[in-house]
């Protein structure tokens, strides 16, 4: 069995130490306060950032909740879904070139709870803390940048797919909430309910401007999506199942490792679950893309996002009807050419990882055409 290496004293990217000591105090109450050894820095450090924050926290609920409730969110989100690695953070940064949109920003993500009220003094503080790019790849890293809603969801509620990664001892049990399966009613209406509350807030800061928000786990969500948005966009973005694989253990061993409190599994089994995660999202996407109304969804490939990305950013704007791309599309341009140094990684495919790869993905490697190359 191979292992993760783990360096305890790497705290900083500790998601836990944004969320609200409520939710802080929940989620160790789920996990029966097991910690391990090398997650002892990790929860003191959140545990002090959380319970400094928690002031903050309440008055903001109380002074603002009201206003957050009564906004309405008049213009459906465009939602960027898509598994994990392939391609979804591209495309939400381009997208958010785009002037008329807004976007969860990585401070109001990681500080959900207080991003009204608080700006001027905790946004600082979380830029202070961030590395100048993410652990798994050559995206730059800011506060102010586009970010996935999830991280702020799993720092509100422990209904996120984060939560996993911060104890992976029960990872399985916050896996659930990707594809709701396994969880009460109750449980689905509750992040119904929370989801919408943060939606609303994050509309009522850009003073109604339309989301544009990205998020992997919102892939398995598109029934309940509708539910809540009925003229909700989408944008699904897929990739060769070959590089996905590969891109994703590599994620969740730069990623996870950066999160846990608890000692992981061994990586077989985080791979397992992560196969098993991608088919059954996949079941679930190609049946309930089914209810989304005609003009609003729209699937490109990776591929082609990357070599003519304008092309394909113009032809989203026009299927789905979106406003805004004559106007900014000098924006576009700037963000593509500021890309065309990132390096991505380069995978090696020996015979036995491609016939393992085919197995795991043959569905989707089938059906959209690909190959290991």
Not at 201 to 212: D, H
Not at 269 to 278: D, K, S
Request: glycine residues 4%; aromatic residues 14%; proline residues 6%.
């Amino acid at each position: 069995m191979t292992h993760f290496k783990i360096n305890p004293m790497d705290v900083s990217f500790e998601p836990l130490a944004g969320s609200t000591f409520i939710n802080f105090l929940r989620l160790l109450a789920e996990n029966k306060f097991k910690i391990g050894m090398i997650g002892v820095p990790r929860i003191l450090y959140s545990a002090a950032m959380s319970m400094a924050l928690s002031p903050l926290n309440v008055f903001e609920k109380i002074y603002c909740n009201k206003e957050i409730k009564n906004t309405i969110i008049e213009k459906p989100p465009l939602f960027i879904i898509g598994h994990w690695r392939s391609g979804t953070t591209y495309l939400h940064n381009l997208l958010s070139q785009n002037g008329m949109f807004a976007y969860p920003t990585t401070f109001q993500t990681v500080t959900p709870g207080l991003f009204l009220c608080f700006e001027n003094i905790v946004k600082p503080i979380v830029e202070s803390s961030l590395p100048p790019k993410r652990p798994e790849d050559d995206i730059i890293l800011g506060a102010d940048l586009p970010q996935e809603e999830e991280y702020g969801m799993g720092n509100l509620s422990p209904y996120s797919f984060y939560n996993g990664w911060c104890f992976p001892k029960n990872f399985q049990y916050y896996y659930n909430y990707v594809l709701m399966e396994n969880v009460s009613k109750q449980t689905v209406e509750n992040w119904k309910k929370i989801y919408l509350y943060y939606l609303k807030k994050l509309t009522l800061s850009y003073r109604g401007k339309q989301l544009v928000l990205k998020n992997p786990a919102n892939t398995a969500r598109v029934k309940l999506l509708l539910e809540m948005f009925p003229d909700a966009k989408f944008v699904h973005i897929y990739r060769n199942p070959f590089h996905t694989f590969l891109s994703m253990m590599r994620d969740i061993e730069k990623e996870m490792t950066l999160y846990c409190v608890q000692k992981p599994l061994d990586k077989s089994t985080f791979e397992t679950a992560m196969v098993n995660l991608y088919n059954r999202m996949f079941e679930k996407f190609f049946i309930e893309k089914l209810h989304i109304p005609n003009g609003n969804l729209i699937e490109i490939r990776y591929e082609d996002l990357t070599e003519n990305p304008l092309q394909e950013i113009e032809k989203i704007h026009h299927t789905l009807e979106l406003p805004g791309f004559e106007v900014h599309q000098d924006n576009f341009k700037k963000y593509i050419d500021t890309q065309r140094n990132v390096t991505t990684h380069k995978y090696i495919f020996d015979e036995e990882i491609k016939k393992k790869i085919y197995k795991h993905f043959k569905t989707t490697i089938d059906l959209w055409g690909y190959t290991w190359s």
